[in-house]
């Protein structure tokens, strides 16, 4: 089991940037493809984006795409998310999630943080 800790949630207004960080620990970084998901008030939780177990491929979502960039340090057991130009719309808690890099399915992402919030104000 692999442990996920998020943080770098806050306020910004729109047009803004934050970076979302997530450090894992409990088993090896690098056989895990990791990814992002994010769920706002009274909606399901959505896919945001995901990164190989290199950082070789990236995939997003078709709405933050050119504005969200996923990325990870292996030296360091961290996944990241910059978000730029940020948009009432991307309000939402945050999470941080990890399948094993054998895996492709998003219903495969077994291990979660406990989310972090972001806020966008208008």
């Known amino acids: 089991q692999v442990q996920l800790v998020e943080s770098g949630g806050g306020l910004v207004q729109a047009g803004g940037s934050l970076r979302l960080s997530c450090a894992a620990s409990?088993?090896?970084?690098?056989?895990?493809?990791m990814g992002w998901f994010r769920q706002a008030p009274g909606k399901e939780r959505e896919f945001v984006a995901l990164i190989s177990w290199s950082g070789g491929y990236t995939y997003y979502t078709d709405s933050v795409k050119g504005r969200f960039t996923i990325s990870r340090d292996n030296a360091k057991n961290t996944v990241y998310l910059r978000m730029n130009s940020l948009k009432p719309e991307d309000t939402a808690v945050y999470y941080c999630?990890?399948?094993?890099?054998?895996?492709?399915?998003?219903?495969?992402?077994?291990?979660w943080g406990q989310g972090t919030q972001v806020t966008v104000s208008s």
């Open positions: 999630a990890a399948r094993p890099r054998e895996l492709v399915g998003r219903d495969d992402f077994g291990s």
């Open positions: 409990g088993r090896t970084f690098s056989s895990l493809t």
